[in-house]
């Protein structure tokens, strides 16, 4: 889209800034995305507290190596690449998925990312053959939650974020072909979970 082409130009931009030696263009930077990475990293590991430590951590390996960018991806796919990757080495380290209590989940609905409404909304389902739309996104993340790693990144990133195959691609340094595999199989999982509760309504496009 052409609103995108002119944000990815102008982070560009603040990139080259930086790297002549201007540190507000970093802060830039910080400002503009910060809180799309604390989204993606909450909806990866599901405790606000590390989701922080996550965000942060990105965008201090940001101001390690953006003097090396080079510009072959965008930064919004770089910047991607490095959260998605910390938040698959917490997931590796703490060596088990994290499953938050389902009424926990229902009381901090409030921390909710806009992202998991708008994967509610992506569905094509008829309201009158379920308990209601807030429900279905409660169902949804608690399925999400249980993916493996490399399912619940390329979900977020496609779902909920709204990336293309070759930007997931290429922040999981990966082929395409291999995104849309495991595309399909975290889809596969999705139905499997949510079967019995939408009794066979669920399709992911």
Not at 52 to 59: E, G, K, R, S, W
Not at 122 to 130: L, T, Y
Not at 167 to 180: C, L, R
Request: glycine letters at 6%; one cysteine or more; aromatic letters at 8%.
């Amino acid at each position: 889209a052409p609103q995108r082409k002119a944000e990815a130009i102008t982070d560009l931009e603040l990139v080259r800034s930086f790297q002549d030696g201007d540190e507000s263009a970093f802060s830039q930077l910080v400002a503009r995305y910060q809180r799309k990475v604390y989204s993606v990293a909450l909806s990866m590991v599901k405790n606000p507290e590390d989701a922080m430590d996550i965000a942060q951590d990105a965008f201090i390996k940001v101001h390690r190596y953006l003097g090396g960018f080079q510009g072959s991806s965008s930064f919004y796919t770089w910047l991607y690449r490095i959260v998605v990757n910390l938040c698959i080495d917490h997931l590796r380290r703490a060596g088990k998925r994290i499953n938050v209590d389902f009424d926990e989940r229902v009381g901090n609905q409030n921390q909710a990312s806009e992202g998991n409404q708008m994967m509610a909304s992506r569905q094509d389902i008829d309201p009158s053959r379920m308990l209601g739309r807030k429900e279905l996104a409660q169902q949804i993340r608690v399925a999400v939650d249980a993916l493996p790693p490399y399912h619940r990144a390329v979900i977020v990133m496609r779902e909920i974020e709204g990336m293309s195959y070759s930007e997931i691609a290429k922040a999981m340094k990966v082929s395409k072909g291999t995104i849309m595999s495991r595309l399909h199989h975290a889809r596969q999982k999705l139905q499997r979970s949510l079967g019995d509760y939408l009794k066979g309504d669920l399709t992911l496009e």
